[in-house]
């Protein structure tokens, strides 16, 4: 059971555009910085939006987040099928712990 | 940037391993480091964490007081010492570059498995 909570899957066609939800408490979303990660097939992670909503350096500007009181969302527009992935969300705990969301694997059908 | 894990392999129940990271191409001995693992067909589980300086650790409940995070400033290289492993302990795992008191991992290994099994 992951501390954040994510939908397990997640789906759309090409084009359209889909939105992760990850969801927190007051102690680790409600005061703290969320991420994203996205994890190809056979892959390492990568970091896709850190601090709420900046996107590093080569992340397509199609990839946005958000945040509200213990709450954050990754979304996805003009979905295509190279972003099929696994997603996850994570935020520092004040209980001195770095928590991560149990994932959500895209398909992009 | 780029990070190089070692020392994954097979252990018995109840054994030890310990693993490396090789960095380059940033100041090491100025970044947090941490170890995140994944085990198989599952979700993401911050290990550890360590300061630049090597000074202040953090580490969840599930690996702590078996668990040690070190870092070798002078050689660029970064350790988890892992002992009383348990087949729970079973994943990929892998260093990143970041993460005191955020969840800011950038980049990442490409991992090192530990099997533990008897």
């Known amino acids: 059971q992951s501390v954040l909570t994510q939908p397990p899957s997640a789906s759309g066609t090409p084009g359209q555009r889909v939105t992760i939800s990850c969801s927190g408490s007051?102690?680790?979303?409600?005061?703290?910085?969320v991420y994203w990660y996205q994890q190809l097939p056979g892959t390492a992670p990568k970091l896709l939006i850190y601090?709420?909503?900046q996107r590093p350096s080569g992340v397509p500007d199609r990839f946005s987040g958000s945040k509200s009181g213990t709450s954050a969302s990754l979304a996805i527009s003009g979905l295509r099928s190279e972003d099929e992935a696994d997603y996850y969300c994570a935020a520092w705990d004040d209980s001195l712990s770095v928590v991560f969301g149990g994932g959500t694997k895209l398909t992009v059908l | 940037v780029q990070l190089l894990e070692s020392g994954g392999g097979l252990v018995q129940p109840g054994g030890s391993l310990r693993l490396s990271c090789a960095a380059s191409g940033f100041t090491f001995s100025s970044s947090a480091m941490s170890w995140v693992r994944q085990a198989p067909g599952k979700g993401l589980e911050w290990v550890s964490a360590?300061?630049?300086?090597?000074?202040?650790?953090f580490y969840p409940d599930s690996v702590k007081g078996r668990f040690t995070i070190s870092r070798d400033n002078s050689k660029n290289t970064l350790y988890l010492q892992m002992n009383s492993l348990r087949a729970e302990d079973t994943a990929v795992y892998y260093c990143?570059?970041?993460?005191?008191?955020?969840?800011?991992?950038?980049?990442w290994g490409q991992g090192t498995l530990v099997t533990v099994s008897s």
């Open positions: 990143a570059k970041g993460s005191i008191a955020v969840a800011s991992f950038d980049p």
């Open positions: 007051s102690s680790n979303i409600g005061s703290n910085y």
């Open positions: 601090t709420n909503n």
């Open positions: 360590i300061s630049g300086s090597g000074g202040t650790t």
